[in-house]
């Protein structure tokens, strides 16, 4: 393809890739929740700078078995987990999103 040519309609559109905080998350659940499969029903929000446990930084919201009580905010650093927060107020209001359609 030359430098200004548009890519071709039939062209397929490339995958995203997963978000690597995501990863980060998923980890963590399977590895602290009580059901294994907290997954497949999970929703999430993307980072926003926020708080947990008197902590500041990025924070991402999950909400695991359809319940908004059930959401747990999680502090990010380097795209890893650092702290948890169950029912944090942080995440009452938060726009979440089906798990498999949040950058997988």
Same mark, same amino acid.
Request: glycine share 10%; proline share 5%.
């Given at each position: 393809m030359a $430098?200004? %040519?548009?890519?071709?309609? #039939?062209?397929a559109?490339? @995958?995203q890739?997963a *978000?690597?905080y995501?990863a ?7 590895r602290?929740? !009580?059901d294994?499969?907290? /997954?497949? @029903? *999970?929703?999430?929000?993307?980072p &926003? @700078? $926020?708080?947990?446990n008197?902590q500041k $930084?990025?924070? !991402?919201? !999950? %909400? /695991?078995?359809? +319940?908004? %009580?059930?959401?747990?905010?999680y +502090? +990010?650093r380097d #795209?890893? !987990?650092?702290d948890?927060? &169950?029912?944090?107020? *942080?995440?009452? #209001?938060k726009q /979440? %999103? ?5 950058? *997988?």
């Open positions: $430098g200004n %040519e548009a890519p071709k309609p #039939d062209a559109p490339r @995958q890739a *978000a690597p995501k980060s998350i998923a980890t963590y659940i399977k602290y929740a !009580v294994s499969n907290s /997954l497949k @029903q *999970a929703k999430i929000g993307t &926003f @700078q $926020g708080s947990v008197g $930084g990025s924070v !991402v919201c !999950v %909400e /695991l078995g359809g +319940l908004r %009580e059930n959401r747990t905010a +502090l +990010l #795209d890893a !987990v650092i948890s927060e &169950f029912g944090a107020s *942080a995440c009452r #209001d /979440l %999103e089906a798990w498999d359609n949040a950058g *997988a």
